[in-house]
């Protein structure tokens, strides 16, 4: 879902000091990646907002990144020593021209910030 700059500003809302966005009736607590992974801020370049609608056992949440640059179908290894305690991390790939880049975790970062799927 991307957002322009003043339709972010109406369209985000908080619960509780909490952010949502309310995707077709469905409320979607959101999750700032680069809060998780513990990334500096970046200077607002004024594009609005990019949110990742990702689903953890059938529970939804709105992960906002940076930018999405495009899709790649991939083979997932699995991670080794330090970074397999990670939560944020399910494994890593070799992109197309070399370059190594870390798969997230979903349900990792869900966890790490305090969302968790309802019980059925």
Known sequence: VHLDEEAARTALEHVRGAPIYRLRGEVLPLVCLREVLRLPDEPDAGAGVDIVV?????FRYGLVVDVIEDTEEIVVKPLQGALERLGAYAGATVLGDGR????LEVAGIAAMRGIDAPAK
């Open 54 to 58: 990702v689903s953890v056992g059938g």
């Open 100 to 103: 190594i880049a870390l798969i």
